[in-house]
């Protein structure tokens, strides 16, 4: 089974930075797959970065993420926050195993930005 540990959120004003972490532990043969989403309050879940897609065009200019393949934790580095960033980030990892295909969701992380 694998687990996720998200961190990293929290309160911050315009303008300013937060980094958030999501580690994967448990047991399996390789990561096939990390990403980072966001849902804001009423609106639908969107992507901010994967390991498939990279960064979101609307925030690119913004956000950057990393991997650290020996510590199984994907880092999303977000800069110049807005009010609009508002939302719980949720990380997304998919692993191979014995039993081929887990697909796991952490519980999220809430990112504030007061204006």
């Known amino acids: 089974q694998v687990q996720l540990v998200e961190s990293g959120g929290g309160l911050v004003q315009t303008g300013e930075s937060l980094t958030l972490s999501c580690a994967a532990s448990g047991v399996f043969d390789k990561i096939v797959f990390m990403g980072w989403y966001r849902q804001a309050s009423g609106k639908e879940r969107e992507a901010v970065a994967t390991?498939?897609?990279n960064v979101a065009d609307s925030v690119k200019d913004r956000f950057s993420f990393s991997r650290d393949t020996s510590k199984n934790t994907l880092y999303l580095q977000m800069n110049n926050l807005r009010p609009e960033d508002t939302a719980a980030y949720l990380c997304n990892v998919v692993t191979m195993g014995r039993d081929g295909l887990s697909n796991v969701w952490g519980q999220g992380t809430q990112v504030t930005v007061s204006s």
């Open positions: 390991t498939s897609t």
